[in-house]
């Protein structure tokens, strides 16, 4: 069964950078699009940006032109610069798969990231 790894987290600064990385072990030529969400504690999961395969990115409101979502070659990044409190959560990376034309899209998520931002 396919499994997806975050990696990347960690404490920093207000105003400083994190790269999160995605992989999914059996690679992405599957997948149609990659998600990353996040959860602080008390919260629900948001959606923070997504890429659709050979589509354009989307992203939450609230970090908008601070996050930027890519792709090189298996591995799927979420840069966050200019970091604020309230981005502290744990980021989970979420993979939508469709092996075949006759298969539903079915989900797999990792199991999150830690990041915490200081303020």
């Known amino acids: 069964q396919a499994q997806v790894a975050e990696s990347g987290g960690g404490l920093v600064q207000a105003g400083g950078s994190l790269r999160l990385s995605c992989v999914n072990s059996?690679?992405?030529?599957?997948?149609?699009?990659v998600n990353w969400y996040r959860q602080a504690p008390g919260n629900e999961r948001e959606l923070v940006a997504r890429?659709?395969?050979?589509?354009t990115a989307t992203y939450g409101d609230s970090v908008l032109g601070r996050f930027t979502i890519s792709r090189d070659k298996e591995t799927v990044y979420l840069q966050m610069n200019d970091l604020k409190s309230e981005d502290t959560a744990v980021y989970y990376c979420?993979?939508?798969?469709?092996?075949?034309?006759?298969?539903?899209?079915?989900?797999?998520w990792g199991q999150g990231t830690q990041v915490t931002v200081s303020s």
């Open positions: 059996r690679g992405l030529r599957s997948s149609v699009a």
């Open positions: 979420a993979v939508d798969i469709k092996p075949s034309i006759e298969s539903p899209i079915s989900r797999i």
């Open positions: 890429l659709p395969s050979g589509g």
